[in-house]
């Protein structure tokens, strides 16, 4: 695992993504550099075309392959580590199909992300990298309930 390049296309997909995360919640954070310096620690480019084909709409397992060239098998483990790493998550509808849909970023991404690295053999690299620092600094400056109210992140 190794960050990408944080090239200037790259950082207008990962800009393209966050709005799209945004728009799954009222609550958003700032796009700041050091935000998307985070987003692209913990994404490959195939991942985030796809996240970025996915769009704000729930999906099926099949409308989801459909936006897919992997096999169905390897598509599965591969939304699975999106879903791991909270980057979608699944919903049930009323008839109890499963469907995924693009998370936001508070609250779904961050929380998801605390989760994932928890148990993540790379997460010395990640934090090398300055995953979680990024992440702190990112919310130190965002004042909001309850942070704010119990200085929980200063």
């Known amino acids: 695992?190794?960050?990408q390049t944080l090239s200037s296309e790259r950082k207008k997909k990962l800009k393209k993504l966050k709005k799209l995360m945004?728009?799954?919640?009222e609550r958003v954070l700032p796009t700041t550099t050091r935000f998307l310096e985070t987003l692209n620690i913990v994404i490959d480019d195939a991942e985030l075309d796809y996240l970025l084909s996915f769009g704000t709409q729930a999906h099926s397992f099949e409308a989801a392959a459909q936006k897919?060239?992997?096999p169905e098998s390897e598509l599965k483990t591969f939304l699975d580590t999106l879903c791991a790493k909270g980057f979608i998550k699944t919903i049930y509808t009323?008839?109890?199909d499963e469907q995924y849909v693009l998370n936001a970023?508070?609250?779904g991404w961050f929380e998801s992300q605390v989760l994932y690295l928890i148990g993540?053999?790379?997460?010395?690299?990640?934090l090398k990298w300055g995953l979680w620092e990024n992440i702190w600094k990112i919310l130190k400056n965002?004042?909001?309930?309850?942070?704010a109210k119990y200085k929980m992140c200063f």
């Open 1 to 3: 695992m190794q960050p």
């Open 68 to 70: 897919s060239d992997l």
């Open 22 to 25: 945004d728009r799954q919640n």
């Open 120 to 126: 993540n053999p790379d997460k010395k690299k990640l």
């Open 105 to 107: 970023v508070l609250v």
């Open 94 to 96: 009323e008839n109890n």
């Open 142 to 147: 965002t004042i909001f309930f309850p942070c």
